[in-house]
């Protein structure tokens, strides 16, 4: 009776989906608001109708139209947003349906005009209701939320699961909770919460709250429901506005509030209650009962990453805080944690397999992900590493045939190798590479296994690992860094490189012909292999170009609209702008996490210490991911004085005519060069019909592309120059390094 049940529901089904295909869409703009009302990348729409990112950017231009049978799913999933998320009613509130952040979902602070604030716009006229009724209140520029129909039959398509895991998270992933009881959610949603204590707290967190977020990977967990808590609710909690241990930061264990935790049955991990705390109960049948707390006056938000968003009203923190749980993962941490956690969550390492024996279900590896810790080979692990301490004494300094030494370029030229015409320029123009490490794990094969050791291995640029070889024969112009080393002078010997670093002196040997045979003496390969990094790059890709475009930065416009749009964007909202700060931070971050050193005064050399247990600590996908980066950058260097030379350098040698575009510093991701005129335009080689000369720089949005990142004086660069300083991490007028990628 169920199989003749099912059948005749999934035939139901199939006619439901003929009528939606033959059924009109709603138009491309509308498409494009319903997506962003719901928080959802178009990668994750991609993802749940099986078609590429691409393919969902058509349909929300208008350029191309869904097919049978992807045409009904799509269909099917718009219905649903629109039932939650109806467009503003023009007639009712003019100003509210004309406002981005009535559009897309977005809260104060965020997609909305300069002039709206929490004290003059819609937040000012929100309404409590009473304790005994639902404990929500919508500001009225925020769309109201109506579950979705759910779809009975055989067939239930990924949007209806989408919709199962909102009603368990309906009121988003996180809440910001002020001295009032109130807490602020994404959209201008706002909660009543009665909770005095902190295990009241933790209770309502996990009750009624309905706080949360689905999994990015289907084998992945979803996200816990995390409190944000301000210097008022700390006080209404009975927590003291410092931490006195700045050593641990983190409450003592005979704390009020910590007591009461242990008591109720609840647990803290070994890092205890402090700026980012985890309160849990061990799972039961599968039930995780765990609470995230960020307490914003023990400074868990950074101001390198997050700006000053720690000191804005609550309603503006949680639409800060909201919008990057919603483009990227719920914080957890700092953003370099966040850049980790989020590897893991759209990779996780396991799934659940069939076991054949018993016909239940258990945990299995997940092809191409890490499946568990491995120990690196000797030249990658750091100087602390137990492998360190068994192989040299105590204080040795390793050598370049020691150590891999893959890190980003921080190099200046000589000043006495200017040029007259160099010399005769009036600019120094600085250019960046938009979030080089994030373009670095594009498509990015990294090891999945432990090293293997092979002696007099023959060079194959597609495995990765890392390779004892002498690249100090590949000889380059002196006036341009020299790839093979951070700080840009020519190696003297054998030393270790990752698998890009060597790939790039056979590029160079190849093409150049250069009188130069790659040997290896040895390596350390990883046989198993795979993109591992390509979703995070895609899901942190998509964060970075949709926050661009809420500061007016666009994909596809011209250089000099591109030029325009990011000097407007420095002052557009400063929500936003943390948003931004925080993406850019969360890939730098989370690459440097790959390796992470020991912490704590109470560490001593030679021992394990917590991160090595990690599956993803691991120094050889940092050192490959940096290595690319770097190699990328010089490339463009190359190809940016090739184009602009004007004879073709010899046969067997990599020369540079003196009238080619050499940078005078380059320090990671930007160069600097010495140009007539003080913009971007005027020092970048074009072909004759206006496009950028192949292989070189390009300005534009996407992660690869390049920037202005300053300009100066020349006397300002060749005074930097003498002094020994690099003009790279002062151009923009602060340092470059600390600007979040």
Known sequence: MADDEDALFGAVDALLDAVAARESLPSPAERKRLREAAGLSQEQVARALQVRREAVSGWEAGRTEPRPPKRAAYARLLEGLAARYPAPDATENTSAAQSPAAQSGGGPGLDRPAEVTPASGALAHA????????????????APRRPVAPRTGQARTAETAQAAADARFANGPLGVLDGDGSVYCLGGLVLDCPAQTLVELVEWALGEAKLGAARLHRSGKDADPLVVITAAAAERLGLPLVLEDRRTLRLPGDHEAVRQVAEAGWKLTKRGFGPWARVYRPAEDGRRQCVQFAVLPWEA?????????????????????????SRVITPRGSTAVCGLELMTALRPPTRAVRDEATGGWTSGPLPGSLAGPVDPAPPEAPAEHPIVAGLY????????????????????????????????????????????????????????????????????????????????????????????????????????????????????????GLPVSIEPVE??????????????????????????????????????????????????????????????????????????????????????????????????????????ARVNMHRKLLKTALATQGEPAPAGRLTLGEDALVPIAVLSDCAVYLSDGPSPLDVLPHTPDGKPAPGSFRLGVSPGMVKHEGTQELLWAVRMLDEGHNPAQHIKGADAANDGE
């Open 393 to 512: 004494p105590r204080h040795h300094k390793r050598t370049p045939a020691e150590v891999l030494d893959e890190e980003a370029f921080d190099w200046i030229r000589d000043p006495q190798l200017l040029t007259d015409a160099e010399c005769a320029r009036r600019y120094a123009v600085g250019i960046d590479v938009n979030t080089a490490f994030l373009a670095a794990a594009n498509r990015l094969a990294v090891g999945l296994s432990a090293p293997v050791h092979v002696r007099t291995p023959t060079f194959d640029k597609k495995v990765p690992g890392s390779w004892l070889v002498d690249l100090s024969g590949i000889e380059l112009d002196p006036r341009m860094p020299n790839p093979f080393t951070p700080h840009g002078e020519r190696p003297d010997g054998p030393a270790w490189y990752a698998t890009p670093t060597v790939a790039y002196a056979a590029e160079l040997v190849a093409t150049f």
């Open 301 to 325: 938000l950074d101001a390198r990453s997050w700006g000053d968003t720690a000191r804005l009203p609550a309603p503006e923190i949680a639409a800060v805080l909201g919008t990057y749980a």
């Open 127 to 142: 309404t409590r209701l009473p304790p005994q009724s639902r404990p929500v209140r919508e500001a009225p520029a925020a």
């Open 523 to 628: 390596a350390w390969l990883r046989p198993e292999y795979g993109p591992y990094l390509d979703p995070w790059y895609k899901h942190l890709s998509e964060a970075y170009r949709a926050t661009m475009a809420d500061l007016g930065v666009l994909a596809g416009t011209g250089e000099a609209e591109f030029l325009a749009a990011m000097e407007a964007h420095r002052q557009a909202d400063p929500g936003t702008a943390a948003v931004l700060s925080a993406i850019k931070a969360t890939v730098k971050g989370g690459i440097g996490k790959l390796r992470e050193r020991p912490q704590g005064a109470g560490y001593r050399a030679g021992e394990r210490w917590p991160a090595l247990e990690r599956p993803t600590w691991r120094p050889d996908i940092r050192a490959a991911v940096i290595a690319t």
